[in-house]
């Protein structure tokens, strides 16, 4: 995979400018606020169809314009394809991919494959659940389109369920007659979604035990558990009946629980990973810096595996990532960056080798070619 030239047009402060990549290296250098990470968050969107910064597209518009414009034009295997994307009005207005016009943004979602690394990302293990379950959600979707419509088809249900609950503190009527039909929907769903889940996370701890022990040269052990439905003990997610039937008993048995909450108590949405180090709780008990090398080990894992499942490694944009690191973690991760297209932001002006350096001041781009540092 790899983005050959992006052109955007109203785009956060991005008046107009056109940026091509090299294969390998590409650096944007530049002050704070002058569109280094609007440029890295065209990229993302073009990828997933979400930005990584903000939840309405509106944001996304030059202040006063009404319309914005991402373009984008990558490789992927041997073929030279195209993005292109038309943002108005707080939604996506219209979607091109190879110049035919395509009904929803969801259908791009595993075209151009990225793995975005940020600050935010390097407390993966210390926030919250939903952080880990975005996590999963992102990674999976990548490369398999059926779980991502698993997912929508998920959360269209889940919503007119809780919509139910809801509605049944004035009148129980409709939640009694019909709550079993949603409950079925949402544990059929769920069963899909919960194996895939746990699949990804078995694959996904073989390279973070090797990621961890390469930037650590420590005898310290990760691990990490996929915490769905059935808990901890689970543990049979192939069974896709058996879960489903699971869940459902769960959603049926405990209905004043839920009218109590307001709100639907099992299933995906409440999906949790278990990261652990020598079977203590990596959340509660590791350091800071065991916690940064464990998100840096599942970031890096998750490109392995989308190189896996693909055939071809993603590209990667580090939004001011490098800067967060200690001097360790930097270098094990610039290393094994090697010989993939990676697109970094940085406001340092040394440590780095470019084989393509950008200038990025007030919206604009400037290519000045490969550079061995930045003095």
Known sequence: MQAKKITLCNFRNIKSAEISFHPEINVLCGDNAQGKTNLLEALYFASIGKSFRGQHIGELISFGEKQAFVSLDYKSGEREQSISLCLSNNRTKEVQKNRVKIGRMSEIVGSFRTVLFCPEHLSLIKDGPAERRQFLDIAISAADP????????????????NALIKAAEKDRTMFDATVEIWSRQLSHEAAFIARSRDRYVKKAIEVVKRCFADMTGSREIPDLLYMGVGGKEYGDYEDLKKT????????????????????TLWGTHKDDIEVTLNEKSARSFCSQGQQRSLALALKIAEGELCALDCGEYPVLLFDDVLSELDRGRREYLLGHIKGKQVIMTTCEKEGFTADHLILVKNGTYETVGKSESFT
């Open 146 to 161: 059926l779980y991502l419509a698993a997912l929508q088809r998920y959360h269209r249900v889940l919503k007119q369920r």
């Open 244 to 263: 489903e039937e699971l869940l459902f008993q769960k959603l049926s048995l405990h209905h004043e629980r839920e009218l109590g909450a307001g709100a």
